[in-house]
DNA sequence: TCTATTCATCGTAATATTGCAATAAGCTAA
DNA sequence: TTAGCTTATTGCAATATTACGATGAATAGA
């Protein structure tokens, strides 16, 4: 009941939908564009930039960084975040697996 | 409020993270694995093998189902599921251009 | 020290998602 | 038709997620 059964599940399946989960939210798909984008900018940037709460963008960056997606440091009163660009490779390698599978066996069957 | 603001970010932030979504649960990532691996299969089959109830089986498929990323068709009694290919690699195409932005401007700058 | 600034956390309200029992719908075969 | 099988849908309960006001913590500058 609203509790995912997480033990039916391979440690794969798990990771691939927890990476799955980091994207699923427009809010963190927008964010780690500007990251890219921008390369590094602080907190309050992507308050303005994406126009949702300060407290609500702090979650989403919470999220992000609970993944190590992206990193911050503290900078006097503000805080700088970035990519992650190692964990950002790995987690790339790791999805690219799932979304390559092969393909070639046949035809659309149905 | 818990509602997304879908209206505050670009159409591609909207359709990336609804892709995601797709792969937001284990038991649809556990039906993909499994309907490449098998080609295909019933959707009985999935019961059995990843041990939901039938009905949250049928809502999963249902879910990829609306994305487009796998097809049913009907055969007597039972439904006859595979991976849409083409839909899969469209979707693989954009997400890739999320995914590979480029990470060569610079090293981790905090 | 006091104030202003920036960001994180807490608490709460609302919506979304997950899971399943019960049931409906559709097909096959007797 | 009836019985049996398979899958979809409905309805509900429980957990998860999203959003934000209020507040707290930390720093910089007056």
């Not at 799955?20 to 590094?40: E, G, N, W």
């Amino acid at each position: 009941m609203g509790l995912t059964k997480t033990e039916k599940f391979t440690e794969e399946q798990n990771h691939i939908s927890t990476i799955a989960k980091a994207f699923a939210h427009p809010a963190r798909v927008a964010i780690l564009q500007h990251l890219f984008k921008i390369d590094t900018c602080f907190c309050g940037d992507l308050v303005t930039e994406i126009g949702l709460a300060q407290p609500t963008i702090s979650q989403h960056l919470k999220e992000l960084k609970q993944q190590g997606l992206i990193q911050g440091t503290i900078e006097g009163t503000s805080v700088c975040y970035c990519i992650n660009k190692e964990n950002w490779n790995a987690m790339k390698g790791k999805l690219s697996l799932f979304l390559n599978q092969d393909l070639t066996l046949s035809m659309n069957c149905c």
